[in-house]
């Protein structure tokens, strides 16, 4: 990244809160909202702090595309990766059936940004007539990258649905996957949020919330200015704590933190519980231009419920207070269901080299993609929300 001219990346569709608008001269808009993880200065972060580099197994080797005049038309963030590790979209049967087969599935060239399952723009491309050409070159470049250094095969994760007819056309195959997501109807506060549950679900929220703030526990929002280098111990002592115990080994240094707080500081939130005085937990938040994006987790203290308060709720009453349509959430999650987090499905993109492993993999997809489709049907019709006419926001069913 530090390659790549900051001031030209964001004018990228996505990369920053002004990138909606078009700087080629056709005055057209972009529905592109910003997404504060393909920014310059998250994913510099990322390779600056030492998070992401050849060491921890992620290679930068992002794909940029030119006019003839030297001008930046798009970006793929791409790393070539010898694990599939940090993805959260799991390929680990793919690799063991290809490797007890003879082949080499790694390294592999791995299209996201890293170690944030977050739908994002991937296809990066300025916006105006030339936007189309320029994405299907970038994915018809992931390929080529692919052929040229050898790699088994392309994986763009995460990726809008607006772009898979992009990648399909260069030969990607299609992957879906489901993820929990908070929908903001435009309500005027937590409680008119409640209003649209059944009467069962809002009491056991409320109850919830109250249960999660016993024992003296207080929430703070930090965002900005707030961000002082004190703050970002306290938190990278609950991330640590968190990390080591699920996944054995964080990816994040300490100072990928310090970076984003002098960088991106006003994109970030952290949710922070305090009792007697000290910080007890906390959540990393990042702010995008339509989304509240919920990524990591910590505490040094456990108290019942406190991580849904911290995580979930708290989520949605930012959100709501600052006029963001929905909440992402993060990976996994059925627990999320119950307080107002419904299924959305999510969307990957993977170009397999060998015929033969890319033959079994599309024949698996298409069964994938049915069985992801009929549980996003279920798990709504289970959700938290009344099934009555009149279960729209702001709307009452007379209980409580």
């Not at 399909?168 to 409680?191: C, I, K, V």
């Not at 938040?285 to 339509?290: E, K, P, S, T, V």
């Not at 080299?353 to 033959?359: I, K, S």
Request: net charge negative; aromatic share 10%.
């Amino acid at each position: 990244m530090a390659a790549i001219d900051a001031t030209e990346w964001a004018r990228l569709g996505g990369a920053s809160r002004a990138s909606g608008t078009d700087t080629s001269g056709s005055g057209t808009e972009s529905s592109i909202a910003y997404n504060p993880f393909v920014s310059h200065a998250f994913l510099s972060s990322l390779e600056d702090s030492g998070s992401v580099t050849a060491k921890t197994g992620w290679l930068p080797r992002h794909i940029v595309l030119r006019n003839p005049d030297g001008v930046l038309e798009g970006a793929l963030p791409a790393y070539v990766k010898s694990h599939s590790m940090g993805e959260y979209v799991f390929d680990h049967a793919w690799a063991d059936a290809f490797e007890r087969a003879g082949g080499q599935y790694y390294p592999k060239l791995q299209c996201s940004a890293p170690f944030t399952p977050a739908t994002g723009p991937r296809l990066m491309a300025r916006q105006g007539p030339g936007a189309g050409a320029a994405r299907r070159a970038l994915a018809a470049g992931g390929r080529a990258l692919c052929t040229q250094l050898g790699l088994s095969s392309v994986h763009a994760t995460f990726v809008p649905a607006s772009e898979i007819p992009d990648f399909e056309a260069e030969g990607y195959l299609h992957r879906t996957d489901q993820q929990f997501h908070f929908s903001n109807h435009s309500y005027r506060d937590y409680t008119d949020f409640l209003e649209t549950l059944a009467s069962r679900k809002r009491k056991q929220l409320k109850r919830e919330r109250r249960s999660a703030l016993e024992n003296g526990i207080e929430i703070e929002w930090l965002t900005g200015s707030d961000l002082t280098e004190e703050i970002w111990d306290t938190f990278y002592d609950f991330y640590i704590d968190t990390g080591g115990r699920k996944w054995g080994r964080p990816y994040l240094t300490r100072k990928f933190f310090s970076l984003i707080g002098e960088r991106m500081a006003d994109d970030v939130l952290l949710v922070m519980a305090r009792r007697n005085g000290r910080f007890i937990a906390g959540a990393i938040n990042f702010i995008g231009g339509d989304c509240l994006y919920g990524r990591h987790w910590g505490c040094i203290e456990d108290h019942p419920f406190l991580h849904f308060e911290v995580c979930y709720h708290q989520a949605i009453d930012f959100a709501i207070s600052k006029g963001l349509a929905r909440v992402e959430a993060g990976a996994q999650g059925e627990h999320k269901l119950a307080r107002g987090y419904l299924p959305v499905t999510t969307h990957s993109a993977h170009f397999i080299a060998h015929a033969g492993l890319r033959n079994a993999v599309a024949d698996y997809l298409e069964r994938e993609r049915r069985d992801v489709e009929q549980i996003g049907t279920v798990l709504t019709e289970h959700g938290p929300f009344r099934k009555t006419a009149d279960a729209s926001p702001g709307g009452s069913d007379g209980q409580d």
